[in-house]
């Protein structure tokens, strides 16, 4: 069965620098989640979309921005990168925004130098 | 505000020796509770989903429960390749998953 898609899989990047994810979920899901996680933590939730349209927000900081377009792809845009944001970054679709199971994508590891 | 906590924090076995993972929540309307298994470096997998208490669902060595307060991941007759951190999950709006720490299982051969 198809997965979610994540690309690239690793990035390494330096301060101030910019970085793009890209997330291309599973064939006829509409909603688009995007979630961070530490070495050692549990996944923290950035921001989702449903229908293109940004459905919540969570602990995302001002320096990323994402969008989900018509194809329902999903971008998330990083931007001044710091020390900080060296994480897993994965991306997670679903059928709909309801209580339709999150199947998560592979991951991608940023490490900012 | 909505808290998840996972217990134990990591857990050895030996292969064969079952055991029970806990998962209790606070969260205001439950919508779901879902468990994951996540290897190192790699994406959470889905095993299970539950919406109300009472409800029990079951695969392969997994067996998932939930009440009101508290979920249990129960493994039975555990293999090596069980081996992983199992993360619990409540959704209460939107879609937004909040994550326990996890609990991470070592099994021995």
């Known amino acids: 069965a198809a997965g979610v898609i994540q690309s690239p899989r690793h990035l390494i990047k330096e301060k101030r620098e910019t970085a793009t994810l890209k997330c291309y979920p599973i064939?006829?899901?509409?909603?688009v989640y995007w979630y961070q996680q530490g070495p050692g933590q549990d996944p923290q939730f950035l921001i989702s979309?449903?229908?293109?349209?940004?459905?919540d927000k969570g602990s995302i900081p001002d320096r990323f921005s994402a969008q989900q377009f018509s194809d329902y792809h999903s971008e998330l845009n990083m931007s001044s990168l710091e020390l900080g944001d060296s994480a897993l970054y994965f991306c997670?679709?679903?059928?709909?925004?309801?209580?339709?199971?999150?199947?998560f994508g592979p991951g991608t590891r940023l490490t900012v130098l | 505000e909505d808290q998840v906590t996972q217990s134990p924090e990591a857990l050895r076995l030996q292969e064969g020796e079952s055991s029970s993972l806990n998962c209790s929540y606070t969260v205001s309307g439950l919508r779901g509770l879902f468990w994951y298994r996540q290897d190192p470096g790699k994406g959470p997998e889905f095993l299970f989903t539950?919406?109300?208490a009472g409800e029990e669902k079951e695969k392969e060595r997994l067996k998932a429960t939930l009440t009101k307060k508290e979920s249990f991941l129960h493994i039975t007759a555990p293999k090596p390749e069980d081996s992983a951190t199992y993360l619990c999950?409540?959704?209460?709006?939107?879609?937004?998953?909040?994550f326990g720490a996890g609990t991470q299982v070592v099994v021995t051969p």
């Open positions: 997670a679709s679903s059928l709909r925004v309801s209580t339709d199971t999150q199947y």
């Open positions: 539950l919406y109300s």
């Open positions: 064939p006829r899901h509409d909603t």
């Open positions: 999950a409540v959704q209460a709006r939107w879609g937004k998953l909040q």
């Open positions: 979309f449903y229908e293109k349209m940004q459905s």
